[in-house]
């Protein structure tokens, strides 16, 4: 009998969970701030202490009012651009209460997450990490918080928003990176018209990505985006969403390699009296798409660059996309009916 329970031990230990990690988490949250200004971008620095490395494993949005906050992003950089704590680093700046300053000192600042609103936490795929720290260019952590409505907040009631970040110190097998990329353009009133852009991807030629995971974004003109990876006169789809839809990260399989041509394709009807035109606020259009990837090497996670090209008007071959805009055009539909 006890050599049976030896033996039946060992063969769990044996078949246990190859990708079972101890974790711990970082709660990154602006520090009890009272935002001043409608689409201010504010940020506050961590920095990973003891040289530490980690890898992430999941990432989910902590919010004090879930109706001040546009979007969230983490920005890893290897040296923060100021000493404060929280300071302004985009859109509506008020010098007084935010000084003004980049996120990073080094144009090397390496986009991690981002959420938006009405995206739940997100847990990376079973053995994969989004590797930070250690003594390179991703130890300091950048919080970047998107405010589209600061009128709630006073002395009283004070923001403390930010994400949650589950990691682990154990290297997983596969390392993730995240990208984006983004079209810009206007919409005139009363018009169904498309956002496009096109890049080249751009890593070391021996390298080869696995998209996993996307998530779109536009305002409220958003009726569609579509993405395509064109290889060699062939298109094949990375993402089809409606952005209007609940926002989560949308699963995929698509492989990529330098040379590869990413198409983006946003379909808008602007239905207001105004010309809308692309911009950082939440009274201008967006038009993004957030890719998540692993090397398929595991080894390492080369930097992703999507080049934009200058014409991206050339539509990929046999692009489904177009039959949305044959049907509406004649009779568009208001989104907010």
Known sequence: MQSFLVSALLLLLLVRPSCTYKKDVLDLRMPDIVPTLADSYLCHAFTIPNNETWYITSIGPILVDPEAVHHIIVLTCPSIASNLPVWGCGGMIDPEAFPEGEPCNEPVDVLMYDWTKGVDAYRFP???????GGDGDTRNLILEVHYSDVSRFNESFRDSSGLKIAFTRERTPMLA???????????????????????????????????????????DLGLLVTAYRERDGNSTEIARRSPQLPKSFTP?????QDGDI??????????????????????????????????????SVPTFDCVLMDDPTDDPVDDPADGLMDDHVDDPV????
Do not use: W
């Not at 852009?197 to 030629?205: A, P």
């Open 177 to 219: 990176g995240l990208t984006s990329a983004a079209a810009d353009g206007e919409i005139l009133p009363g018009r169904l018209e498309n956002i496009e852009s096109r890049c080249t991807v751009n890593i070391s030629e021996d390298a080869s990505l696995r998209v996993f995971s996307y998530l779109v974004h536009t305002h």
């Open 252 to 256: 995929t399989d698509v492989q990529l």
């Open 334 to 337: 208001d989104p907010t009916d």
């Open 126 to 132: 079973k053995g994969v990490g989004f590797k930070v």
């Open 262 to 299: 990413v198409f983006l394709r946003c379909v808008m009807y602007n239905f207001k009296e105004r010309i809308v035109r692309t911009g950082p606020t939440h009274h201008h259009e967006m038009c993004i798409i957030r890719l998540l990837y692993y090397a398929e090497n595991g080894e």
